[in-house]
């Protein structure tokens, strides 16, 4: 049995801040920002209330009611995420309690903007023993917490969101897949987590922010992301023309058209929110997914390449049978 998608879901904070509201805070403009990344404006969480937990849950909600399956029905949830609100408990347990899925085993995977493909990895591979039957899957982030916010080369970059997809362990799904990771070259987009203060050991406690080789992280994106998806074509037997769309990690509107051109698609294939969202990370590829499934751009067997990568570094590609 294979992971087939039955419900997707997402959340956005209300708060939009617009390239021109950034301007106020760095050294930057509109026109700098769409045209180096295509974005327009993103989703910051604005008050306590709203943080990893509670989009999370949101978004879990509303994948439930789509795939019309009650919290108690699942038996796993994977939640994929770098912006977790407490170190333990896990958000996936946060969030089984809130949803009261009392049967579901729950867990968090970090694996940045790959998240969200590892995850539903993980689950097809659950699938596949037979473990498991009935999954949640959610990417979330509040990468706004771990932004520099007076850094002008990151912080026009990121947003905070949330997406979730209910899977169900069918006869057709998921078709093929592949992920990988490259540990060599984490430098090159990193955040530290806390410093130890311990009896033996006295350090400075400044917060550290995430920090990118933007021009390093282009180079790996255009490179290694259209590679991921050529071989995952080829062992699925596919051409790429088949693929009714393909929903690419939103990281930067460029990257995106560039893999477009390389495998030699229209980009009419490739639906972004990149444009409104920023880059949400884990959160990007479900949330992209539920847009274009509530658009109704879905039939019964469409066929959907999903691809992304991110620090770590990782990378990862899902083929898929709607
Ligand atoms: N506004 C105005 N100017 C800026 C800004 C800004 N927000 N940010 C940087 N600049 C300036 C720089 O200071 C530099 O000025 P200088 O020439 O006077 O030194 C100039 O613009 C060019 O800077 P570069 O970094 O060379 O700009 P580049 O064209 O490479 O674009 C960008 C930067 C958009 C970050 C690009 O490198 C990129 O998209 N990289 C990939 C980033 C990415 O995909 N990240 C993913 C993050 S994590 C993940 O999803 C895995």
Not at 119 to 129: H, K, P, S
Not at 279 to 287: E, K, L, R, V
């Amino acid at each position: 049995m294979r992971a087939k998608i039955i419900g997707t879901g997402s959340c956005l904070p209300d708060k939009i801040a617009t390239n021109d509201y950034l301007s106020t805070i760095v050294d930057t403009n509109d026109e700098w920002i769409q045209s180096r990344t295509g974005i327009q404006e993103r989703h910051l969480v604005s008050s306590e209330a709203e943080n990893t937990l509670s989009m999370a849950v949101k978004a879990a909600q509303r994948a439930l009611l789509d795939a019309d399956v009650l919290p108690e029905q699942l038996d796993l949830i994977l939640v994929a995420t770098v912006s977790s609100d407490f170190i333990t408990p896990s958000t996936a347990c946060m969030i089984q309690k809130e949803l009261n899925a009392c049967h579901a085993t729950a867990f968090d995977i970090n694996a940045a903007c790959s998240g969200f493909l590892f995850a539903l990895n993980t689950v097809d591979a659950y699938f596949q023993t037979g473990i498991y039957q009935t999954a949640l899957i959610i990417g979330v982030e509040t990468l706004s917490k771990i932004i520099n916010w007076s850094d002008r080369s990151t912080c026009v970059l990121f947003g905070d969101g949330a997406g979730a997809v209910v899977a169900k362990a069918s006869e057709e799904g998921i078709l093929a897949s592949l992920q990988g990771s490259d540990g060599t070259k984490g430098d090159i987009l990193i955040c530290k987590n806390r410093t130890n203060n311990n009896p033996y050991i006295t350090t400075e406690t400044n917060p550290d922010f995430l920090f990118m080789n933007g021009q390093e992280v282009f180079k790996f994106a255009v490179t290694k992301e259209p590679e991921c998806i050529q071989s995952l074509l080829n062992q699925a037997k596919i051409n790429a023309s088949e693929v009714d769309y393909y929903l690419l990690h939103q990281a930067n509107y460029r990257i995106i058209a560039s893999i477009a051109r390389k495998l030699k698609l229209p980009l009419e294939k490739f639906p972004i929110n990149v444009d409104h969202c920023g880059n949400t990370s884990a959160a990007s590829i479900p949330i992209l997914l539920d847009e274009v499934n509530k658009a109704g751009k879905l039939e019964e067997g469409s066929l959907l390449l999903l691809s992304g990568f991110g620090a770590g570094l990782t990378w990862g590609a899902v083929l898929l049978k709607w």
